[in-house]
Structures are given as structure tokens and as C-alpha cells.
């Protein structure tokens, strides 16, 4: 593939990671608006994230299975198209019913989406040769801004002008995304994968996510519940979090090549359970939004190295390059239901907790995030290096 090629399915993935996080957030960052208008309780809203996560984590295990026969560029497309229409569907529903429907079509093709932009992006960073992930999930930040944003802008609109946001996901879908080179694909599923190693990067990546999840969640409620916090400024918690992890992702592939990935994610968990500390003591709104600001920074680069050192671990070097891509694609699909677990504890969990007071929910990411320092050597080269040769299937 030319170089100018390579370039513009870079660009295309990236636009897909930036319309999943310019969706998400400009629909959690209006829930305390969707709550307002459907009279659902914090517990009620826990279940109804409950079932999106359980759904999303189902487009995800669809996307593994499908990965091994099918192109991931067509997964994605799929993906966003279903997005595009849960989305329209829950902004304009005109009854519960047909909310909680949109919901339901939104969180499968969420599945599907984080799969298949992660699947695109680890085979392309093993075209590059170096390290792009971190690129990857800024784009997702920049999105979630940009969402957080939209959200700001139009706090004074009816929540049907939402459903404008459908429209991006749809022309995303046409994008030139990475094609799986030709060839036969049945020994990417023959041989053995080390889940023990991936094991090890999932738990982390499942904390990191517990606390993104619990912000981009919880967070405008946070304000909104805690503090008499104007309106249009209740998502000002997600969008100082995304801002603060969105420069330190940028900047991850040199802190990461000077430091290493373990230091990076020793100090990074130290900063995050303080912040999180912050935001559960905070005296004002203000205070809370500069604790969301230093937590998105401690944790930013925790999601991309947990992809890129999955992706390492899953190793694969031997095989032509379609054996290869196919195996890898199924690993990160399968490594990505790691995300939802993450997801359930920082929606589900945080909320039953915190149902009468969010500090009390808040509490819980303060404290497990402080699992990411015993599990950073995990993210070691020498470790991904020492498992990535492809082990012979038994005959």
C-alpha cells in the first residue's frame, strides 16, 4: 500500500475514533436533560446504562466472531451506520419506550465501533512501525470535546436538535478505511494466544475505564446534584477532563519513549486517585471541574498502551500479513470487552453507590484506580516481547 494511502485510512480511522467520542458526550453530557424529561431516578438510569453496556459489550463479542471472516473496515462501517440511527432514534423519541429502544440500538453498534476503530488502528500501527495508538485515542478526545461542547452550545435547544450529531457518523462511514490484505486467514485461529499477559492489561485498562466511564457518566450529574451548578455549565466536567487527557495523550508517545511505560502509569495512577480525591472533598463546582482537569491528565495514556500492548502480546510476526491481521483483530475484539467491565463498574457501580450522594460513588474509582500500579509491568516490552512469538497449533 502507498504511502499516500497509508495516510488516508489514518485519517479515516481517526475521524472514527473522533465521532465515537464526539457522540458519547454529546449524549451523557445531556443527561441530567434526559432524566428531567423521562422523571428517571439515578438508580433507574444506572439500569438503563446497564443494559447499553451489556448490549455494547455484545457488538463487541459479534465483532470477534465476525473478525475472523470478515473485513474490519466493513464491521466499522456497520457499526456507525447503527450508531447513526440509535442516536436519532433516542434524541427525537416521543415516548420512553422508544428512548430506551434507541438506547439499546446505540449501545450495539458502541460495541462494534470500539472494536473494529481499535482493530483498524493496532494494524495500522504495525504498518507504521512505531507507536500511533496514543494519536488514535486523542482523536477520541478531541471528539468528546468537541461533543462536551455541542452540548454547551445548545443547552437552550430542545434535546430533538441532538439528533443533528447522527449525520456525522453517516458520512464517516464512507471513510477509506485500512482494508485486510488478501490471503487465507484459518491458522490466525489456530495458534495459541498468552491471555495470561493480556490478562494482566486488561485488569488495567478495566480501572482506567471504571473512572473514565464514572466521569463522562457521573460527572455532569456531579455538578448538577452536588452543587447549584448553572445548567450550561454541568458539562464542564467532562469537557476539563477530556481537554487535560487529550494534551497528555498527544504527548504520550514521547513520555512514554522517555520514561517508559511503567513510570508513566505508576505516577499517572497516583495523580488520578488524587484527583479523584479532590473531586470527592471539593467545596464548590469550580473546584470539582479542577480535579475532573488533573484526573484526565493522570490517566490519558492508559486506553491506547493497554491496545498497543495487547495488540504486541498477541504477537502473530510469523504469518502472512492477512493470518496476522486476522488474529489480531480477533484478540482486540475480545481484549475490548475488558473496556466494559470497566464500563459497568464506572456507570452501574458508581451510581447504586452514589444514588444518594455521588461523592460516596466517586469514592470507589478513587480507590481501585491504585490497582494500576502493581499491574504497569505488565505494559513492559520485554514482556510483550517475550510472549509475541506465535506458538505451533497442535497437530
Known amino acids: 500500500m502507498r504511502a499516500v494511502d497509508i495516510t488516508r485510512c489514518r485519517v479515516a480511522v481517526a475521524a472514527g475514533f473522533l465521532t465515537q467520542g464526539l457522540i458519547l458526550l454529546s449524549l451523557t453530557t445531556r443527561l441530567p436533560e434526559f432524566q428531567d424529561r423521562w422523571d428517571i431516578s439515578d438508580v433507574q438510569l444506572s439500569l438503563i446504562l446497564l443494559m447499553m453496556i451489556l448490549l455494547a459489550g455484545a457488538g463487541s463479542v459479534v465483532a470477534e466472531a465476525l473478525a475472523k471472516r470478515k473485513d474490519s473496515a466493513l464491521l466499522l462501517r456497520t457499526g456507525l451506520i447503527v450508531v447513526a440511527v440509535g442516536v436519532a432514534m433516542l434524541c427525537t423519541a416521543q415516548a420512553m419506550g422508544f428512548y430506551i429502544g434507541g438506547i439499546a440500538l446505540y449501545g450495539l453498534g458502541l460495541g462494534v465501533v470500539d472494536a473494529s476503530t481499535n482493530m483498524q488502528a493496532v494494524a495500522l500501527e504495525h ?22 461542547g455541542v452540548t454547551l452550545a445548545t443547552t437552550d435547544l430542545p434535546l430533538e436538535v441532538g439528533a443533528a450529531v447522527a449525520v456525522i457518523p453517516l458520512l464517516v462511514a464512507f471513510g477509506p478505511f485500512l482494508p485486510r490484505d488478501h490471503g487465507p486467514t484459518e491458522l490466525a485461529s489456530e495458534v495459541a494466544v498468552p491471555w495470561r499477559p493480556i490478562l494482566l492489561v486488561g485488569v488495567a485498562m478495566v480501572l482506567f475505564y471504571m473512572v473514565d466511564t464514572a466521569v463522562q457518566t457521573w460527572g455532569p450529574l456531579f455538578l448538577d446534584h452536588t452543587f447549584d451548578t448553572p445548567e450550561r455549565y454541568v458539562a464542564l466536567s467532562a469537557m476539563a477532563y477530556l481537554l487535560a487527557s487529550g494534551i497528555v495523550r498527544m504527548a504520550g508517545d514521547g513520555l512514554v519513549a522517555r520514561f517508559g511505560p511503567v513510570v508513566v502509569l505508576r505516577v499517572g495512577a497516583l495523580v488520578g486517585a488524587g484527583a479523584l480525591a479532590i473531586v470527592v472533598f471539593s467545596s464548590t463546582w469550580q473546584v470539582a471541574v479542577v480535579g475532573f482537569a488533573i484526573l484526565g491528565a493522570g490517566v490519558a495514556v492508559v486506553a491506547p498502551l493497554s491496545f498497543s500492548a495487547a495488540a504486541k502480546i498477541a504477537g502473530g510476526e510469523g504469518f502472512e500479513p492477512a493470518q496476522r491481521q486476522a488474529r489480531v483483530d480477533a484478540v482486540i475484539a475480545r481484549f475490548n470487552q475488558f473496556n466494559y467491565v470497566g464500563a459497568l463498574l464506572g456507570s452501574v457501580l458508581t451510581g447504586i453507590v452514589g444514588a444518594d450522594n455521588l461523592r460516596l460513588g466517586f469514592a470507589v474509582p478513587m480507590v481501585l484506580v491504585l490497582g494500576i500500579i502493581p499491574l504497569a509491568p505488565a505494559f513492559a516490552p520485554r514482556i510483550a516481547a517475550a510472549v509475541s512469538a506465535p506458538r505451533p497449533s497442535a497437530s
Do not use: C, D, K, Q
Request: hydrophobic share 40%.
Open 127 to 148: 504498518r507504521y512501525e512505531r507507536p500511533i495508538l496514543p494519536s488514535f485515542h486523542g482523536a477520541w478526545t478531541l471528539g468528546g470535546v468537541i461533543g462536551a
